[in-house]
């Protein structure tokens, strides 16, 4: 017996489709679903701050620096 691992798509109609590897040959064959459970989500050690993460200071901005989308962008948009 030999072990081959393919991913393949349940649909909501509970459909299998997918692609056999190429060392598996044309024929009926049986199969094995092992569905795993979803990941648990792992709580925070510590409390989410803000102010920890890196900044870098570039300066001061030129004078005369718009921003606005018609100054930034051509006439079409881009």
Not at 44 to 72: C, I, K
Request: hydrophobic letters at 35%; zero cysteines.
């Amino acid at each position: 017996m030999t072990e081959i691992r393919a991913r393949v798509l349940v649909g909501p109609d509970h459909r299998i489709s997918g692609t056999a590897p190429a060392a598996v040959p044309p024929g009926e064959h049986e199969v094995t679903i092992i569905v795993k459970p979803p990941p648990t989500r792992q709580s925070a050690s510590e409390p989410f701050d803000v102010d920890a993460l890196p900044s870098h200071d570039l300066g001061v901005w030129p004078e005369g620096l718009s921003l606005r989308r018609e100054d930034m962008y051509d006439e079409d948009g881009r």
